[in-house]
């Protein structure tokens, strides 16, 4: 099933996919890289863990604040120059971090480049699914999805790494490197980035308000809002645990989680664009079908884990990271494909919105299941599982009920 509307063509698809993934990275790694940093943070700023957790949450909170707030002006301007803009202010954020001087200082820059990260994930998926045509979808979005695993596998090491390398600045060595990385793929983008304006020639009347609700009303879209929404929490209701779970439970060392990391995101980057193509050979909503449920293995897995050997540990965690991040990809790209393209960047943005909300909701959500016992150990994550497992299943069957704009039928195993 094809997409309504011309594709525009790019020079180079290749190297425009590798552009957008660059800027996907960089972003994604800006996230990453706080976490290794908590206990050189919480020494040299003289914060709590309570103050350090602000620090990670106010990235999720104000990207999906300004992933809302961008659905309002997203698609009234040129894509190029749109992201080109964010990726620069984004940059600058970062910059700031690196040279913030207090605490205070780091919370407010922080607070920017998750504004400025949060829209440029929309803006990566819109780019995608307005210049790459549908039957060839399921690989970009693949491309794309391994800067995901570049930057789960470079993140946490990487941040240990730089912040040893250069005692002299210590924690703010990541935040520079990733600036100048950043400036780097802005220079590129501005050479190879094509202009996209086809969107910009749709005649809309009202205002922005009345045209955001629009786009957020259509019930086409209200069911891959909910899809990605119970995607989320097929996912996260889980993830942000698993670290504490395994040295609590399972008997796993700190520096364990890292070979943990490290072995899921480098399966990842070859999985994801594996994923990617056999989703455009096989069927997207065929393939979604299959990674999500056998997906739902590994993650049972994880949360029912009891000691045992660290190898079989690193198997079964390196296959939820290849199967239950990997349903993103065969998902995005049916999800890319049910808005018209004159409102694609209004309702990515929702869609980046949705996903950063849902997201943070099922990680509260877990955090009110999970308890710990008077020995330390996590109780009640095979709870959490079991809820993963439904939203998953539900997920399942929503799928098959997207619609691809232009079309009057729902999602067939031909997309």
Same mark, same amino acid.
């Given at each position: 099933? !094809? $997409?309504?509307?011309?594709? %525009?063509?790019?020079?180079?698809? /290749? &190297?425009?996919?590798?552009?957008?993934?660059?800027?996907?990275?960089?972003?994604?790694?800006?996230?990453?890289? +706080? +976490?290794?940093?908590?206990?050189?943070?919480?020494?040299?700023?003289?914060?709590?863990?309570? !103050?350090?957790?602000?620090?990670? =949450?106010?990235?999720?909170?104000?990207?999906?604040?300004?992933?809302?707030?961008?659905?309002?002006?997203?698609?009234?301007?040129?894509?190029?120059?749109? +992201?080109?803009?964010?990726?620069?202010?984004?940059?600058? $954020?970062?910059?700031?971090?690196?040279? *913030?001087?207090?605490?205070?200082?780091?919370?407010?820059?922080?607070?920017?480049?998750?504004?400025?990260? @949060?829209? &440029? @994930?929309?803006?990566?998926?819109?780019? #995608?699914?307005? #210049?790459?045509?549908?039957?060839?979808?399921?690989?970009?979005?693949?491309?794309?999805?391994?800067?995901?695993? +570049?930057?789960?596998?470079?993140?946490?090491?990487?941040?240990?790494?730089?912040?040893?390398?250069?005692?002299?600045?210590?924690? /703010?060595?990541?935040?520079?490197?990733?600036?100048?990385?950043?400036?780097?793929?802005?220079?590129?983008?501005?050479?190879?980035? %094509?202009?996209?304006? *086809?969107?910009?020639?749709?005649?809309?009347?009202?205002?922005?308000?009345?045209?955001?609700?629009?786009?957020?009303?259509? %019930?086409?879209?209200?069911?891959?809002?909910?899809?990605?929404?119970?995607?989320?929490?097929?996912?996260?209701?889980?993830?942000?645990?698993?670290?504490?779970?395994?040295? =609590?439970?399972?008997?796993?060392?700190?520096?364990?989680?890292?070979?943990?990391? &490290?072995?899921?995101?480098?399966?990842?980057?070859?999985?994801? !664009?594996?994923? @990617?193509?056999?989703?455009?050979?096989?069927?997207?909503?065929?393939?979604?079908?299959?990674?999500?449920?056998?997906?739902?293995? %590994?993650?049972?897995?994880?949360?029912?884990?009891?000691?045992?050997?660290?190898?079989?540990? &690193?198997?079964?965690?390196?296959?939820?990271?290849?199967?239950?991040?990997? /349903?993103?990809?065969? @998902?995005?790209?049916?999800?890319?494909? #049910?808005?018209?393209?004159?409102?694609?960047?209004?309702?990515?943005?929702?869609?980046?919105?949705?996903?950063?909300?849902?997201?943070?909701?099922?990680?509260?959500?877990?955090?009110?299941?999970?308890?710990?016992?008077?020995?330390? !150990?996590?109780?009640?994550?095979?709870?959490?599982?079991?809820?993963?497992?439904?939203?998953?299943?539900?997920?399942?069957?929503?799928?098959?009920?997207?619609?691809? *704009?232009? =079309?009057?039928?729902?999602?067939?195993?031909?997309?």
């Amino acid at each position: 099933m !094809q $997409a309504a509307s011309p594709i %525009p063509l790019v020079k180079n698809e /290749r &190297l425009f996919l590798l552009t957008i993934a660059g800027i996907q990275f960089t972003h994604i790694l800006d996230f990453m890289i +706080m +976490m290794p940093l908590g206990p050189q943070l919480i020494r040299v700023l003289h914060i709590d863990t309570h !103050q350090f957790g602000l620090l990670l =949450s106010s990235y999720t909170l104000t990207a999906a604040a300004s992933s809302l707030l961008a659905a309002t002006y997203i698609d009234r301007f040129d894509r190029r120059k749109l +992201m080109l803009t964010l990726y620069a202010l984004f940059i600058i $954020a970062t910059l700031c971090c690196g040279l *913030a001087p207090n605490y205070t200082a780091l919370l407010i820059a922080r607070a920017l480049a998750g504004a400025f990260g @949060g829209i &440029l @994930g929309a803006m990566v998926q819109t780019m #995608v699914a307005d #210049v790459i045509p549908f039957e060839r979808r399921g690989k970009a979005m693949g491309t794309v999805m391994t800067a995901f695993s +570049m930057s789960t596998v470079a993140g946490v090491p990487l941040g240990l790494l730089l912040a040893s390398t250069f005692p002299d600045i210590g924690w /703010r060595a990541p935040f520079f490197f990733i600036v100048l990385l950043a400036c780097t793929f802005w220079f590129i983008g501005y050479k190879l980035l %094509p202009n996209l304006t *086809a969107h910009m020639h749709d005649n809309r009347v009202g205002n922005v308000f009345q045209q955001l609700f629009a786009v957020a009303k259509e %019930p086409s879209h209200l069911t891959a809002f909910v899809f990605i929404a119970l995607l989320m929490m097929a996912g996260f209701t889980v993830i942000p645990y698993i670290p504490l779970y395994l040295t =609590s439970n399972v008997g796993m060392t700190a520096s364990f989680i890292t070979l943990v990391y &490290l072995c899921g995101g480098a399966a990842t980057f070859f999985t994801s !664009q594996l994923i @990617g193509r056999m989703s455009d050979k096989h069927g997207k909503l065929k393939m979604f079908r299959r990674v999500a449920l056998v997906s739902f293995i %590994p993650l049972l897995i994880t949360t029912h884990l009891v000691p045992v050997a660290w190898w079989l540990v &690193l198997i079964n965690s390196t296959l939820f990271f290849i199967l239950v991040p990997g /349903r993103m990809v065969p @998902g995005m790209a049916m999800v890319s494909a #049910v808005p018209a393209p004159h409102v694609r960047g209004t309702f990515m943005s929702l869609v980046s919105s949705v996903q950063m909300l849902s997201s943070g909701v099922a990680t509260l959500v877990a955090g009110l299941i999970i308890t710990r016992t008077p020995g330390g !150990q996590i109780d009640h994550y095979d709870t959490v599982g079991y809820i993963a497992v439904a939203c998953g299943a539900l997920t399942i069957w929503i799928a098959r009920h997207l619609r691809i *704009a232009g =079309s009057a039928t729902k999602t067939s195993e031909k997309t």
